[in-house]
C-alpha cells in the first residue's frame, strides 16, 4: 500500500509526503517508511508544484522508517491529543 500526499503552494513552500508498508531487512518484520520532499517550484500558468529537483537532495528531502511501536504512539497521540516525541540514531546520526 502507498498513500501519497502532495500541498504545493505559489509560495513554493509545500512539500510532498508518501507512506509505504515494507519490511524491515534485518527482523523481517514491518515497518513504514514516510518520505517527505520540499516543494522546489512552482507552475503559475498550470497552477502547479514541483518537487522533483529537490527529491534527491539530502538538505531538502527524508525518509524515516517506522516501526510498530512508533505508528501506535502516533496514532494513539492523534486520537487522544496528547504530546508524542520520539528519538532515533542510525550510526553517528541521532534525531
Known sequence: MIL???KPNSKNTGHAFNFSIGSDQKTEEPVV???AIKQ??????RRTGD???????PEKST?????????????SSL?????W???????ENKT
Do not use: P, Q
Open 33 to 35: 517508511f514516510m518520505g
Open 4 to 6: 501519497k500526499i502532495y
Open 40 to 45: 522546489s517550484g512552482w507552475d503559475n500558468a
Open 51 to 57: 518537487f522533483k529537483n529537490n527529491a534527491k537532495n
Open 85 to 91: 516525541g520520539n528519538f532515533h540514531d542510525f550510526g
Open 63 to 75: 525518509t524515516v522508517k517506522l516501526g510498530e511501536f512508533e505508528c501506535g504512539e502516533i496514532i
Open 79 to 83: 486520537k487522544n491529543r496528547h504530546e
